[in-house]
Structures are given as C-alpha cells and as structure tokens.
C-alpha cells in the first residue's frame, strides 16, 4: 500500500497505520521499550517513532521494525523529531512555522511608494 494512502497514529507505546479513506486498520506495532507517549515523524518511506526516549525506525507501509536505538544518555520525554524530507506529528507546531515564514516574506516584500 502506499504510504499517501495512510495515516499514522501513536498511543500507549502503539503505533498503527490506518486506510485514509476508510479508517481501516492496515497495520499495527508495539514497542518492546518505553511508556505511554509516542512522537512520529514521517520520512519518506520510514516512520520514525519515539516513544519515551526509545526510537525506532519502522517501514511505513509494513509496521516491521527496521532499527532500535535506545539514545542512552539522552533521557526521557516527549521527542522534538526533524528530518529534511519528513512530516512530523506535530501540527502546532508545523502551523506556527508556516505562519512565521508567512510573516517572513510578507514584511520582506518591497513596499511600492
């Protein structure tokens, strides 16, 4: 399945990916590490998952684990996930960047006399 076909949503140490159209689920993963709280990041191919410090690179149209790295040394807490090709999970945030950037050209834009 394509991965545009999909949405992703992460609770409790779940992740799932869910028919767009439909809302059926199409595939689901625990992770073996790590409490309640889940950031995802969407990059290319990969669905990225934090889940209280844990990550977790998964195959965004399978669910299967590709790699772990338990970020020793880096604590716990909800994750702040960036990539130069992903989609993250945080809206808030992605809105208050457009806005910026909005606010940005706007008052770069010559002003005619």
């Known amino acids: 399945m394509n991965t545009a076909d999909l949405v992703f949503v992460g609770f ?10 439909t809302g059926e689920l199409v595939w689901e993963w625990k992770a073996p590490n ?4 889940v950031s995802l990041l969407l990059d290319g191919d990969m669905l990225i998952a934090s889940v209280n410090g844990y990550m977790y690179g998964l195959d965004a149209a399978t669910g299967n684990e590709r790699w772990y790295n338990e970020m020793k040394g880096f604590g ?30 706007q008052s770069a834009a010559p ?3």
Do not use: K
């Open 12 to 21: 409790n140490r779940r992740v799932a990916a869910l028919e767009r159209q």
């Open 34 to 37: 790590g409490l309640s709280y």
């Open 76 to 105: 716990t807490g909800v994750a702040a996930l960036v990539s130069a090709n992903g989609m993250n999970s945080n809206p808030v945030g992605t809105a208050a960047a457009e806005e910026e950037a909005t606010l940005a050209s």
């Open 111 to 113: 002003v005619s006399t």
